[in-house]
């Protein structure tokens, strides 16, 4: 798990409460604010996701290269 994950994830959270809060107050404004934090963190979460994804397929692909015997 990296930063961008962690960080996304709490974004996403922070604006479903927001959004929460929002409908609770009857307030559109923070209902739209804490949705748009929700798109923020998701995007932010599958950005941290794709680097994590890469990250893994070059240490695999590193660690098949090791394993292969040279002749």
Known sequence: MNKDQVKGATKDAAGKVQEAAGKLVNSKEQQAKGISKQVEGSVQKNYG???EDVKDAAD????????????
């Open 49 to 51: 996701d794709a680097k």
């Open 60 to 71: 695999d692909l590193q660690n098949t290269t090791r394993r292969t015997p040279r002749p």
